[in-house]
């Protein structure tokens, strides 16, 4: 006894050496290194998220963990910790940004394509040896792309104000690798010429300049695609290798391709009643020849596959076999592979009988089986694998229920080609909830009275309990208490005919927010983001006002991505800090561009913008049209976050000149203006708002028999209207530029109010729809159907020229000139237009369209007869580009004997509809 005592006192005088040998923390200091403008703010930052506790002895994790949270707050870029005689100073060196990246002279690749490539974006911190790792990542990329020896010089200035840096690019590309040769060896089911077709390495020799140079990963390509188009031919045990020699002083590159095309596969199917399934859908199940069959095994496993699809339509005794001949052709050797598919019988449900059931109705129990007793011989085939899952599911709701010991069984009665399932149930005794104990002090009355849906007296489930903590948990998070825990407790009875529920709370310390920082946002004023927060500093961590927050940052307009960081909670502190990532898009932007579309003729186009103006996340542009049918400038402002709601506003100041046809144009400036906004995912509402002072000049003879005289006469006069137009679209397209499934409708009312003149009291209403479906995977029928109707009201009776509906053209009724539906050049009061086409997909991004267009264009629908509607019909070809297609259409009138030109020529960019 004295012994252990000893030894006692031994151990206890120990540890208590030990903690009079751990030093006593007396300071800790911050102290940043660099001059800096924002030094007495960052060091005040730096001290509220340093996790070093002043009133304990020193710690090497919570000096850890402070050096952890220095660096992951993205303000510093080094931090080193110095420590002696109980002081603590943490060394600071406040961190630069790369605040945007210069690249010059990229042709011809495009500027993000080298942003990729780079290991550091806009809105990283700056270090140098970073930076010099940079040229040889770019450097790499365009070798890749065909390039020799590229330039590349990457170096960094200071910003304007000297805090940050700006990282510039310059790229020489120099010479590039242009294919010499390609030779293609081992084919004989097709020839050179053909899959040389199918290469688009070989196509882009053919273009001049450096669009011809010879890329490496387009080579890999094209060997795939070989294989690819040869396993969709029939041969699935083809092999493509390639050999590629690069020759750096001709600056050239040979291709050798070597093709083993191996036997090419033909399935058929024996012709007998008793396959039970159609050509069609047994095919779908045979991996031949998508896959290769070596040793046979693309054979066995189609067996395999066809036989369990068949047992699975309730077909059990089926049976598969395979035979296989080898045929010589010409070019090639085929091997014909005969399937035998004999489905024999079909067993199917009869009945399905319940037994034992009381608590839960038989109709409840159907609803979750996948056999059923009702229906087509299909529907109701037998699946014993099917029957097993059955017994699962239906056990599992007896048990979800507070059956705890409920057991279910099946048996299965077989007479001839059908079979009753009997469902037997032994559903035992229920349990149920004798008492729910919740510590209401910790958690609250009102949070278990929103949380708990589980009562005293209630069945038994699980599932339901742990939803309700769940729910309890997450309330308690949003009062502040992101780590408290919550678990059911369960007591059950001697004869478990009822449980008591305790819940265990352990709610954990209460955690406030704290700072919120950002970090990238060089261009952007922090009041914008601070509007779009939902936490609030001081008020009890909110995980859900977190997340809200990161949504709603992201939704903004300047920024490419928004990460938050939060420092504190992982460790559990009674206060976390909030640090904001962002990444801002480039501002500035400008487009210049032009061409020739038949409807507009020559034209030039140009745009400039700021995505960011003045840092306040709102757009401003200037953008301009010059063509041969008139000219157009506009100033413009857009609003994202109108009145602080998800409404986008828009104004513009614009002046323009167009022309309707050979015979009137109109002059017109104004300011126009809307709001925009998302009822739904597909649903868009609008109201659109103008004034403007517009003029119709007549440049031609018009015939006044045809058109009013008075309203003539006003119109050659300038007259001020205001319109208004609330609009409604619906959009469930698959894609934009080139949709392929969906629909698209839209509709308008434009209610104008002529300021001097009535003749501009007008409503005009207009409504669209478009349809796509695909058909095939290289066919897409698409259709348009649009109308519309002027209405004049008030003392106003007649519609001026300039606000009546025109067809004719590349937009519309292709064949015709543009606007000139009618061969006087008239408008009308009312339009009807239809259009069908037909998009055929002929690879290599070429497009084939036949279409077929129909037109009215009267001032009434009170009477519509045929020779009131005009048509036209024609084809052509597009070229589909990543922004949309490029098209040359042809377009010829119908029944039009009289008309001067039967037909027209009509370049477009982008689709009619």
Not at 231 to 248: E, P, Q, Y
Not at 441 to 452: C, D, R, Y
Not at 736 to 755: D, E, Q
Request: hydrophobic share 35%; charged share 25%.
């Amino acid at each position: 006894m004295k012994r252990i005592l000893y030894q006692m006192l031994i151990l206890l005088s120990a540890c208590t050496a030990i903690v009079n040998s751990q030093d006593t923390l007396t300071d800790v200091s911050c102290q940043i290194v660099t001059e800096n403008r924002h030094a007495g703010e960052l060091r005040e930052i730096a001290e509220k998220i340093i996790m070093v506790d002043r009133t304990l002895p020193l710690d090497t994790a919570g000096i850890k963990a402070s050096l952890d949270a220095l660096m992951v707050c993205g303000l510093f870029a080094d931090v080193e910790v110095k420590q002696s005689e109980g002081q603590i100073q943490f060394i600071l060196t406040p961190a630069q940004y790369v605040r945007s990246i210069r690249i010059r002279h990229e042709l011809p690749l495009f500027e993000d394509d080298i942003e990729k490539a780079m290991s550091i974006s806009s809105g990283d911190i700056f270090r140098s040896t970073v930076i010099e790792e940079q040229d040889s990542l770019i450097s790499d990329l365009y070798r890749r792309n065909g390039f020799i020896c590229p330039n590349v010089d990457v170096g960094s200035k200071p910003d304007r104000k000297g805090e940050n840096r700006i990282v510039t690019v310059r790229v020489k590309a120099g010479s590039y690798y242009r294919l010499k040769s390609l030779n293609i060896d081992g084919n004989s089911a097709f020839s050179d010429r053909w899959l040389k077709l199918k290469m688009r390495s070989w196509r882009t020799a053919l273009l001049p300049g450096s669009a011809g140079r010879s890329v490496e990963s387009v080579i890999s390509n094209d060997i795939r695609n070989l294989e690819q188009y040869y396993r969709s031919k029939g041969f699935g045990d083809v092999t493509v290798t390639d050999t590629v020699i690069k020759d750096s002083l001709t600056q050239s590159v040979s291709v050798a391709v070597k093709i083993d095309e191996g036997e090419r596969y033909r399935i058929r199917f024996t012709d007998n009643r008793d396959r039970g399934f159609r050509k069609s859908v047994l095919r779908k199940k045979i991996v031949l020849p998508k896959s290769a069959n070596r040793n046979n095994q693309g054979i066995r496993k189609s067996v395999t596959a066809l036989k369990k699809h068949m047992q699975e339509a309730g077909f059990s005794d089926a049976q598969v076999k395979a035979l296989d001949t080898t045929v010589k052709k010409r070019k090639y050797e085929e091997k014909i592979v005969t399937f035998d598919c004999r489905s024999g019988d079909r067993t199917t449900v009869s009945s399905i009988t319940f037994t034992g059931v009381k608590a839960i109705s038989e109709n409840e129990l159907r609803d979750q089986m996948l056999n059923v007793d009702k229906g087509s011989d299909a529907k109701r085939a037998f699946n014993p694998s099917k029957l097993e899952e059955d017994v699962f599911a239906l056990q599992m709701l007896y048990r979800s229920r507070g059956f705890l010991n409920a057991v279910v069984t099946s048996s299965v009665s077989q007479q001839d080609k059908s079979v009753a399932i009997t469902i037997s149930v032994d559903e035992g005794r229920c349990t149920f909830i004798d008492s729910i104990k919740i510590d209401t002090l910790q958690i609250g009355k009102e949070t278990v009275s929103k949380a708990v849906s589980v009562h005293k007296g209630d069945p038994y489930r699980i599932d339901l309990l742990k939803r309700d903590a769940r729910m309890m948990q997450t309330v308690l998070s949003e009062q502040g208490f992101p780590h408290a825990e919550i678990t059911p407790v369960m007591t059950f009875n001697n004869d478990s005919s009822g449980v008591a529920v305790e819940y265990a709370i352990s709610k954990g310390p209460a955690v406030y927010m704290g700072d919120v920082r950002y970090v990238g946002a060089f261009n952007t004023k922090p009041r914008v983001m601070n509007k779009a927060q939902k936490v609030t500093s001081g008020k009890p961590l909110s995980l859900k006002r977190i997340v809200q927050s990161q949504k709603e940052l992201r939704d903004l307009g300047p920024f490419n991505s928004v990460r938050f960081r939060t420092i504190g909670l992982r460790e559990k502190r009674d206060t976390v800090h909030l640090f904001v990532d962002v990444r801002e898009r480039k501002p500035f932007y400008g487009n210049l561009g032009g061409g020739y579309q038949s409807g507009k003729g020559p034209y030039v186009h140009s745009k400039v913008g700021n995505r960011n103006l003045f840092g306040l996340n709102k757009e401003g542009w200037i953008d301009g049209e010059l063509s041969s049918i008139g000219e157009r400038a506009e100033l413009g402002f857009l609003e994202p976050r109108f009145g602080g709601a998800h409404i986008s506003a828009t104004m513009q100041v614009f002046g323009e000149r167009e022309e309707l046809n050979d015979h009137l144009n109109t002059t017109a400036f104004g300011v126009s203006g809307g709001l925009i906004t998302r009822a739904g995912q597909n649903l868009v509402l609008g109201l659109g708002s103008l004034y403007e002072r517009r003029k119709l000049h007549d440049t031609g003879n018009v015939d006044t028999d045809k058109i009013d005289t008075a309203s003539v006469a006003i119109d050659k006069r300038p007259r001020n209207i205001l319109t208004l137009t609330p609009s409604v679209s619906f959009d469930r397209r698959d894609a934009f530029t080139r949709p392929r499934k969906g629909i698209m409708m839209n509709t308008s009312v434009a209610i104008g109010k002529g300021l001097e003149f009535s003749v501009d009291d007008i409503l005009r209403f207009q409504a669209e729809a478009r349809g796509y479906y695909t058909l095939f995977s290289r066919l897409t029928i698409a259709a348009v159907m649009r109308g519309g109707y002027c209405m004049p009201y008030g003392d106003n009776q007649t519609v001026p020229a300039d606000q009546k509906f025109y067809l004719g053209g590349t937009g519309d009724l292709r064949g015709f000139e543009e606007n000139k539906f009618h061969s006087d050049s008239r408008g009308a009061n009312t339009l009807l237009f239809g259009s069908t086409e037909m998009r055929i997909d002929l690879g290599y991004n070429l497009e084939l369209p036949l279409f077929f267009d129909a037109g009215r264009l009267e001032n009434t629908f009170s009477s519509i007869s045929s020779h009131q509607i005009h048509s036209s019909a024609g084809t052509g070809i597009r070229y589909i580009t990543p922004v949309g297609p490029v098209g040359l259409l042809y377009g010829r009138k119908i029944n039009q004997k009289a008309a001067k030109k039967q037909g027209m020529f009509h370049f477009s960019l982008g689709y009619t509809f």
